[in-house]
Each structure stands twice: as structure tokens, then as C-alpha cells.
């Protein structure tokens, strides 16, 4: 489906999250080893929070092991808060209005998994979007269409709330069409300050996703690794699979669980879905 990384720290240069890890996105677009698909290559994203009122965007279609023009922005752009993500499409076009992450005001949100059956339930999840955001919508896909609900259920108030009762009427929405199992997911979503990431299905099967362990105690593990130590205290990575092998560095969220990331330190809640 897709796979994606959201970093927080230190501000570090594009590149050292897309290209130089073992497993980088970049590699991952072409051989990812815990996605659905091995192969990512239906466009890319990146967002970035830089001295603008709001989040910085690249979108693009190409596949982004062969974006010339993604190489030369990573190699540039530097940035303390990173939302990246490669897409798997699961029918939608591939266009950049489709290519994640998506982007309202402050607010960025990517997601890999799938509305199942979309093409039977979409009217009915599109009419319980506000009215006045419905304008901002621009894609064509499940995901938009999920953050848009998580907006109109009050995702700059209380994120987890808001997610919870968005998943809750997509489940609904879907079971009155006959869907077993509606949602496959995992999301992250951030106001530029703090970022909350979900791994949720209805299946109870979810897609993979990790949280970084504490720096510190990675340095103190591997005391000659340079990487380590030019790395705040309060980086924390959450990513769909690790990107390297470094024992004791990656941990995975359980499911159907919450992970928030504030300042460094990150906050592992349950999850589920709210009816309304």
C-alpha cells in the first residue's frame, strides 16, 4: 500500500531521512520488506516545517527513487519536523493532488492502508464532511476523504478524539453497505508542534508501523556511532518499518494504539473507534 516516516528533533537535512539510512524511504519505494507491496512507486511527498505559517509541500508522481528533483531539495532543505510518505495506489489515480502527505492550514496527515469498498461508501463519508472544508478537498482518494472527516470531527481540538470518530463512522458507514471490514490503517497527523500516529483495523491485522527508542540510550548502547551523537536528545522517529538494523533502536506500536510524540518524549494510548 504505501509507507511513509514522521521525524522530530533536530533540524536535519531531507537527505539523511530519505536517502542514507540502510532501509531509507527511498530504498523502501523499491524494496520494501514488511509493506504489502514491495514496490512504492505510485509518487511520493514531502512536508516540512520551515519559517512559513505553514508546512512546506513537494509532491510528485514520479517514483522516488527516480526524482531528480527530490535528490537535489533533500540536498538543500533542512527542517526539525518531517512528514514523508512513498505511494502503493489502491485504485485511486496517480496524480499529485492524490499523493500524501495532505495539507489544511497547520495541519499535515498521511496514511497508508485503505477504505474498503470505497466506491460504495464515499458519497455517504463525503456528505459528513463541513461544509466549509469541503472545498479544500482536491484528490480523489480514501485517505483525503479520512482526514477530511478527522477535520470536521474536530482534529485541531482533540486529535485522538477526532481520529476516533472518524474511524468509528467509516466502520458504521461501511457496515450498513455490507463491508466486514472497513478500515485498514495507519496515520500520522501533526499541527507542526506534535505528532500523533495511529495503527488501527477493523480486521485487527494492521500494517506495520515502529516509534524510535531514546537516543541516549542508543548512545550510550553504541558509543561509536557518529549519527547518534549529532542527534538531539529529543529526535524520535515513527516510521512504517525501521530504517536499519540497529538492535535496541526501533520499537513496534501495538495495536490499536495511539503513539503521541511531544518534545521527545512519546506517549503509547489504546485506540478505537467512536460512534457518534
Known amino acids: 500500500m504505501c509507507r511513509w516516516l514522521a521525524y522530530s528533533g533536530s533540524p536535519v537535512l531531507l537527505e539523511e531521512l530519505l536517502y542514507k539510512p540502510t ?12 509493506g ?7 509518487g511520493f511527498g514531502v512536508g516540512w516545517y520551515g519559517g512559513g ?9 514520479e517514483p522516488a527513487w527516480n526524482d531528480r528533483n527530490l535528490r537535489e531539495l533533500s540536498a538543500q532543505v533542512a527542517a526539525g519536523r518531517v512528514f514523508a510518505h512513498i505511494r502503493a495506489s489502491t485504485g485511486s489515480a496517480v496524480q499529485q ?7 489544511h492550514g497547520r495541519w499535515l496527515w498521511m496514511h497508508n492502508g485503505v477504505i474498503a469498498d470505497f466506491a460504495a461508501v464515499r458519497r455517504d463519508l463525503t456528505l459528513a464532511i463541513d461544509p466549509v472544508l469541503f472545498p479544500g478537498i482536491e484528490g480523489s482518494t480514501d485517505s ?18 477526532a481520529v476516533a470518530r472518524a474511524v468509528g463512522f467509516v466502520e458504521e458507514t ?6 466486514a471490514h472497513p478500515i485498514q490503517m495507519t496515520v500520522a497527523t501533526t499541527d507542526g508542534e506534535v505528532t500523533w500516529a495511529f495503527r488501527y483495523s477493523s480486521i485487527g491485522r494492521s500494517r506495520s508501523l515502529f516509534h524510535s527508542t531514546d537516543v541516549s540510550t542508543l548512545r550510550r548502547q553504541y558509543p561509536d556511532n557518529a549519527v547518534l551523537h549529532d542527534l538531539s536528545a529529543d529526535t524520535r522517529l515513527v516510521v512504517s518499518e525501521p530504517l536499519g538494523d540497529l538492535e535496541g533502536a526501533w520499537r513496534e506500536v501495538p495495536e490499536s494504539s495511539c503513539v503521541v510524540v511531544l518534545k521527545g518524549v512519546e506517549e503509547l494510548r489504546p485506540f478505537a473507534p467512536v460512534v457518534s
Not at 493532488?97 to 495539507?103: I, L, M, S
Open 36 to 42: 504489502v507491496e514491495t514496490t512504492n512507486g505510485d
Open 144 to 161: 483525503e476523504i479520512l482526514f477530511y472527516l478527522a477535520l470536521s470531527f474536530g482534529l485541531s481540538e482533540d486529535p485522538p478524539s
Open 174 to 179: 461501511g457496515r450498513r453497505h455490507g463491508v
Open 97 to 103: 493532488t492524490n499523493c500524501h502527505p495532505f495539507r
Open 23 to 34: 532501509n531509507s524511504l527511498v530504498i523502501q519505494s523499491k524494496h520494501s520488506r514488511l
Open 53 to 61: 505559517q505553514t508546512p512546506g509541500l513537494f509532491l510528485s508522481t
